[in-house]
Each structure stands twice: as C-alpha cells, then as structure tokens.
C-alpha cells in the first residue's frame, strides 16, 4: 500500500492528469442531461445580463466594419436609386410621346437616340432605327415637344439626324400667330436664329414658331420654339429673331422620325424643280 | 489568502473574457484571457498546478459560454499539464516579465487549438490548415498579443 502511495506521489501530474481528463469525458458525456440543464439555464440567464449590462462598451472593429458594410450598401442604394429616377424620367418623357397628337395621315416611328455626336459646329445624333424600319435620308425627326432634326444618313439598323443646333440645317418656319414666314437657322450658342424679317411685320417675344408649309422636309404646324427676342439689324430694314427650341437636341434621349408620303413629296419636288428649271431658261433666254 | 485572490483573478479574467467578448472581438476572435492566466500560473507554480488550474478554469469558461461541458477543461489541463514540462523554477521572473512569457502564451494557445481541434473539429470534416488560418489562428495571436500587457504589468512589480 506504502509503495503504491509512493508511486501515486512519484507520478502525481500523471495521475492528477489522468483523473482530470477521465472527469472531462464523464462532464461532456453528462453535460445534455436533464440535471445539467437547470445549472446551463441559470448561468445562461447570468452572463446574458452581464452581456447585456457590458452591450455599452463599443467594439471600434466592430463599428469600422458595419460602417464600411452600411457605406457599400448605401452606394448600391445610391445607385438603385439613380437608376429608379432615370426610370421614372424616361417613363415620364414616353407617357408624353404617347400623348403626341399627329396630323392624320402621318406615320411615326419610335426611336432611341442611342448616341450624339459633335463633328465642328454640326450636332448629329444617332438613332436605334435605320433603313429595315423604313427611316429615308431627309426624314424630320421630332418629340412630343417640337421639332428635333432631319434624318442625314442611314444604314440598316441606325440612322444619323442633324438636330436644330447645326449649322448646315435650314428649316422654313413661320410664326402661329402672325404667320410671318422665314428661314431658321443655328449660328452658335443656345437660340435659333430667323433672319431678314421686315421691320414692318408683327413679332413679339413669347410668339410661337412652327414649320411652315413651303417646307419640302418638314410637314407643317411642327413646333420648332418660342420667340425670346428681336433685334433690329443695323443699316437694314430687317430684323432678326431669337427663338429658344422647343424640344432641345442635348435634352432628349427618346424620338420619333416621321415616315413621308413618299409619292406626294416626290411629286412636289419634281414639280418645283422643273417649274425652277424652267424659270432659269427663261431668264437666260432673256438675257440673250 | 494569496491563492484566494490568484482564484479571484482567474474568475475574473474568465468573466471578462466572456462578458466583453463583443467589445474585444476582432473579425470574431476573442483574446483567450482564461488561458494567459493559466499560463501565468504554470510559468509560477508548475506542471501540477498548471493542469488543475487548467481545468478549473477550463470548466468555469465551459459553464459561462454555455458550450460542451468538459471541453475547455479537458484541453487547458492538456495545455498546462504540457507546458509545465517547461516550469523552471530558477527562471520564473525572467520567464514572465520578458518575451518567453508571450511565447508560452503563444505556444499554449496552438496547443490549445490543436487538442480543441483533435476533439471537436476533426470529425466535422474542417481542414487543420482551414481551421487555424481562420478564427483559431487569429484568436491565438490576438491572445499573444494581449499577452503583453500582463507582461509589461508584471516588468514594474515584484511578483511575491
């Protein structure tokens, strides 16, 4: 017995460590019964409280990290929420070309401006629409608002336009309530500029403009924009007109391109070229 | 009535060590308090001590945290009966006022991995490398690291 005391004493860390590893394996075989329960419960409800007692400490890496996860949520919000308002810009701006009254008799065609181009002082803008759609060089281009542009080339799927701020394009225009005819034409800056109007003819500020009916492009009545101002000329009997566009050809992403009666138009224009060749060969004559 | 506030002192560290564990948490690691005190304990008392003390506070850690009952105990008597094969009696001071302190903790933390892995993550299927470059890994230097407070605590007193 002495000797086995004095073993056990010799090897006192193996025995203690024997004896504690033999209680935790009877503690983890015995922790899921029912008389362990009642003592788990209690200490449970016991740290909870002091958790919840100690909950006012801040843990900064804590905080650092929710913060950074509630920054990336709310670009994606952010970004949601542009998205949500462009939605709802376009779904205003297609309501209002739903709304669009045409002359009967015309066909129009929806389009995308699906890019804009500035080559010099000329504006273009790419529609989604081309020749498969039936889009033809020289076609007006317009909105809700007013006149847009003209259609200056195609291909199959897309088709350019030349908006109202290019320098190369010339509208026959005339005001609504005077029906003062003239020519509109873009010189730079924000305004459309009508020129060569006789002092004597009544325009004011505020007067609509529309296409008029000497147009070969256009169809008449189209609102092109709003008198902002007139200025007399200097040394001349003319005046010139500023008028402010009514659809402006940066602001718009969405068109329609007016699909012409073809027959008609071609047989105005023949009509009026040859009625012009005419005049010339007659002048010349006289002037022989 | 040293051992009574030695024993005061590792109920606490374990307390803390639960209680603030949402304060003190980095990337979901909590500073193993419970075993620094253990470690300190073998470094001052040896093997012997070092496993009882292990396992009692092991156990008070497995009542607190509500987990596996047996479990903490069963490995911090592990790690303390295997350290104090360390235990010299000569170099106590020099060992826990200087870098072997955080050493040992170091070492005692791994080991406290490896058995908690042995025991109750082998079987789950989750890899050793997978386990220790994760919480277990991040846990053990958070531990080293809070380690050196006590170090530098117990540089600017004596220690009896």
Redesign the interface.
């Given at each position: 017995m002495r000797r086995l005391i004095n073993l056990i004493i010799l090897f006192k860390e193996y025995v203690v460590l024997a004896a504690l590893v033999t209680l935790s394996f009877f503690l983890m075989a015995s922790s899921r019964t029912n008389e362990i329960q009642p003592l788990r419960a209690m200490t449970t409800v016991i740290v909870g409280s002091l958790q919840s007692a100690g909950s006012w400490i801040p843990n900064p890496f804590a905080i650092s990290r929710e913060n950074s996860e509630l920054r990336d949520r709310n670009i994606l919000m952010s970004s949601e929420l542009s998205e949500l308002r462009q939605a709802k810009g376009e779904n205003e701006e297609l309501r209002k070309l739903l709304g669009l009254k045409l002359e009967p008799g015309w066909k129009v065609i929806a389009a995308d401006i699906v890019g804009k181009t500035t080559v010099f002082e000329r504006n273009m803008m790419t529609l989604s629409i081309g020749e498969s759609s039936g889009v033809e060089k020289g076609m007006p281009v317009i909105t809700d608002a007013g006149l847009v542009g003209k259609i200056y080339a195609t291909s199959g799927g897309f088709s350019m336009a030349e908006g109202l701020f290019n320098t190369s394009l010339r509208v026959a225009v005339k005001t609504s309530r005077t029906r003062v005819d003239g020519i509109i034409a873009w010189e730079g800056g924000d305004e459309l500029i009508v020129r060569n109007i006789p002092k004597a003819l009544d325009i004011q500020s505020g007067d609509l403009v529309v296409t008029s009916e000497y147009s070969t492009f256009f169809p008449s009545d189209i609102p092109v924009g709003t008198v902002t101002r007139v200025e007399d000329e200097q040394n001349s009997l003319f005046r010139k007109i500023y008028v402010q566009p009514a659809a402006h050809p940066l602001e718009i992403e969405h068109c329609f391109v007016v699909l012409k009666d073809g027959a008609s138009d071609k047989e105005r224009s023949a009509f009026e070229s040859r009625i012009s060749d005419e005049l010339t060969k007659s002048q010349k004559k006289a002037g022989k | 009535m040293p051992y009574l506030i030695e024993g005061a002192i590792a109920i606490l560290a374990v307390?803390l060590q639960?209680?603030?564990?949402?304060?003190?948490?980095?990337?979901g690691a909590v500073p193993d308090l419970g075993l620094i005190y253990l470690v300190w304990t073998v470094i001052r008392r040896g093997?012997?001590a070092g496993?009882?003390v292990g396992?009692c506070i092991?156990?008070l850690l497995?009542?607190?945290?509500?987990g596996?009952?047996?479990?903490h105990?069963?490995s911090f008597?592990?790690v303390g009966?295997l350290l104090?094969y360390f235990y010299n009696e000569e170099e106590t001071e020099q060992r826990i006022r200087n870098w072997p302190f955080l050493l040992f903790v170091a070492v005692g933390a791994f080991l406290n991995g490896i058995i908690y892995y042995m025991l109750f993550k082998l079987a789950s299927g989750v890899g050793v490398v997978d386990y220790f470059l994760g919480q277990a890994g991040l846990a053990a230097i958070y531990t080293t690291i809070i380690a050196v407070i006590p170090m530098l605590w117990s540089s600017r007193r004596p220690l009896y």
């Open positions: - | 307390v639960v209680v603030l564990s949402n304060a003190i948490s980095i990337l093997q012997l496993e009882i396992f092991g156990l497995d009542i607190l945290s509500s596996s009952l047996g479990s105990s069963l008597a592990i009966f104090g």
